[in-house]
């Protein structure tokens, strides 16, 4: 009985791990000039003055962030863990889904005027941002984007198991999508920011699940 145990958690362990993306095999869009990828984990030195912004509000549109990722299509689930040594206002890391320069979404910790938020800025040709404002510094956050028929649900977690729903956002369906973890420094001079335990699960088709299911 405990051989069995053993070899069921083994197993356990290879498909978490088999989950997991490889880091090594993604691409970079505004590839930062310091950044290391060891055991599957990214540390980056965030690019000073980066950001991502399409025109609203305040007039600019900017697009140079540091941004690493794989593509994928149809349904799905992404979720990583970030940590980010923030030192100036509007200092960020996210998870990013992005399909071009005006249609993408960048949700997760947002350093401004001296409180840690969640935050998503949410751009279908032009952007729009929400944040809310966590009590204290969290150590980890964990960001999960849920992308389902033409929207995408977004969580956070601060411990990795129980996740708050922050938004529902519009994103256009049946196109490919860059995914992966960003960093920006808007105001400030760099910062270190580190992602572990990226990972993107596949969700079939709920238009082809229901066709199934009336079609059997």
């Given amino acids: 009985m405990k051989k069995l145990h053993f070899v069921l958690i083994f197993i356990g362990i290879m498909?978490?791990?088999?989950?997991?993306?490889?880091?090594?095999?993604m691409h970079w869009l505004n590839e930062p000039s310091e950044w290391e990828i060891k055991d599957n984990k990214l540390t980056m030195q965030v690019t000073p003055q980066s950001d991502y912004w399409n025109k609203s509000h305040y007039g600019f549109t900017v697009y140079d962030g540091p941004f690493l990722y794989t593509e994928r299509s149809g349904e799905f689930e992404a979720v990583v863990k970030m940590t980010?040594?923030?030192k100036t206002r509007f200092d960020q890391v996210c998870l990013m889904l992005r399909i071009?320069?005006?249609?993408?979404?960048?949700?997760g910790v947002e350093y401004v005027e001296g409180v840690y938020n969640i935050s998503t800025v949410h751009t279908i040709d032009k952007s729009s941002w929400s944040v809310m404002g966590l009590k204290e510094k969290p150590k980890n956050v964990w960001?999960?984007?849920?992308?389902r028929l033409d929207a995408v649900e977004i969580f956070y977690s601060i411990d990795g198991i129980n996740y708050t729903m922050t938004n529902t956002v519009y994103f256009p369906e049946h196109k490919t999508v860059q995914v992966g973890m960003m960093a920006a420094s808007p105001d400030g001079k760099g910062f270190t920011a580190v992602f572990e335990d990226f990972k993107i699960t596949h969700l079939p088709d709920q238009r082809r699940l229901e066709w199934l299911k009336n079609n059997q």
């Fill in 15 to 25: 498909a978490v791990k088999g989950n997991a993306q490889k880091l090594n095999a």
């Fill in 84 to 86: 980010g040594v923030y």
């Fill in 100 to 107: 071009d320069e005006n249609n993408y979404i960048k949700t």
């Fill in 143 to 147: 960001m999960k984007a849920v992308r």
